[in-house]
C-alpha cells in the first residue's frame, strides 16, 4: 500500500503552457524516514511504497551476470533493484518512482545494517577515529504517462561521500548503540540523528549520507525532462 505525500495531488503547475498537465509526483521505493524527511525539507512531499526486495539475492544475481562489484556498483544495482520492483506494481502508476541505497564503503569492505547490536559495537570499533566512504545509488523510474508528460525513462548514478568519524571510547559506543539507531541505518551511523556528534567531518555532498544526493536526484531528473522546481509544494507568497 502506498504512503501518500502529505499533499498528495495538491501540487499543480501554474505555468499556463502546462495548466492541463499534473504536476510529477514522486514515489520513494525505500523505507527510511531520513529520506523521506529529507525530500520534504526540499519541498517535495513524496509518497512510500517499500519495494521488499531481497539484497542478498539481488547482488548475487548481479554478480552472476556481471562478475565481481565495486561497492559502488552494488550500492546502484540495489536502488535499481528496488526502484524496479516497485515501478511495477499498479499503485505506481503515473509517479516518479526514486530507489536509493546506502553502503559503507571501510577498507574495502561493504557495510549496510548492523544484524544486531553486537555488530554494531564492534563495527564502531573498528570506525572510531577513521575514514570511510558512504556510497548511495540513486535509481529513477518514470511511470507517467505520455500525455502526462512521461518519458518511460529509467537511469540512476551513484554519489559517494567521505565520513572522518570521531574516535569514540567503548563507553560512548556502547552508549550510542543502545540508543538502537546504529541498528537501522547503512553504516551503523547517521549525520542528522544521534550520530552525528559522532562525525568530525564530511567531503562531498552531506545530504548523500543522510540517504539521498540532492544534486544528483536533480541532475538524474533533468536528464527525464523534469525540473526540480515543479515538484515543490507551493508557498505562500
Given at each position: 500500500?502506498?504512503?501518500?505525500?502529505?499533499?498528495?495531488?495538491?501540487?499543480?503547475?501554474?505555468?499556463?503552457?502546462?495548466?492541463?498537465?499534473p504536476a510529477p509526483r514522486v514515489l520513494l521505493a525505500s523505507a527510511s524516514p531520513a529520506r523521506r524527511a529529507l525530500l520534504e525539507s526540499a519541498g517535495v512531499d513524496a509518497s512510500v511504497l517499500v519495494s521488499g526486495v531481497d539484497e542478498d539475492a539481488a547482488l548475487a544475481d548481479a554478480q552472476a551476470r556481471y562478475g565481481e562489484l565495486a561497492l559502488e556498483d552494488a550500492a546502484l544495482v540495489l536502488a535499481r533493484a528496488k526502484a524496479e520492483a516497485?515501478?511495477?506494481?499498479?499503485?505506481?502508476?503515473?509517479?516518479?518512482?526514486?530507489?536509493?541505497?546506502?553502503?559503507?564503503?571501510?577498507?574495502g569492505d561493504l557495510h549496510g545494517k548492523p544484524a544486531d547490536a553486537a555488530e554494531a559495537t564492534a563495527r564502531w570499533?573498528?570506525?572510531?577515529?577513521?575514514?570511510?566512504v558512504l556510497h548511495t545509488g540513486h535509481w529513477v523510474v518514470d511511470t507517467r504517462e505520455p500525455?502526462?508528460?512521461?518519458?518511460?525513462?529509467?537511469?540512476?548514478?551513484?554519489?559517494?561521500?567521505?565520513?572522518?568519524?570521531?574516535?569514540?571510547?567503548?563507553?560512548?559506543?556502547?552508549?550510542?548503540?543502545?540508543?538502537?539507531?546504529p541498528l537501522r541505518v547503512a553504516?551503523?551511523?547517521?549525520?542528522?540523528?544521534?550520530?552525528?556528534p559522532y562525525v568530525r567531518g564530511v567531503e562531498g555532498d552531506p545530504s548523500n549520507v543522510v540517504g539521498l544526493?540532492?544534486?544528483?536526484?536533480?541532475?538524474?531528473?533533468?536528464?527525464?525532462?523534469?525540473?526540480?522546481?515543479?515538484?515543490?509544494?507551493p508557498t505562500a507568497p
Open positions: 500500500m502506498v504512503a501518500p505525500a502529505p499533499s498528495l495531488g495538491a501540487v499543480t503547475n501554474s505555468s499556463p503552457a502546462t495548466a492541463a498537465r516497485v515501478a511495477a506494481l499498479g499503485e505506481a502508476a503515473d509517479f516518479i518512482v526514486v530507489g536509493a541505497d546506502s553502503i559503507l564503503e571501510l577498507d570499533q573498528r570506525m572510531r577515529g577513521r575514514t570511510g500525455e502526462d508528460g512521461g518519458s518511460g525513462g529509467t537511469l540512476g548514478a551513484t554519489a559517494s561521500t567521505t565520513v572522518h568519524f570521531a574516535d569514540l571510547s567503548d563507553e560512548e559506543i556502547a552508549a550510542y548503540v543502545a540508543t538502537g539507531e553504516g551503523a551511523f547517521t549525520l542528522d540523528g544521534l550520530g552525528g544526493s540532492l544534486p544528483l536526484l536533480r541532475e538524474l531528473l533533468a536528464e527525464i525532462g523534469v525540473a526540480w522546481h515543479t515538484l515543490r509544494r
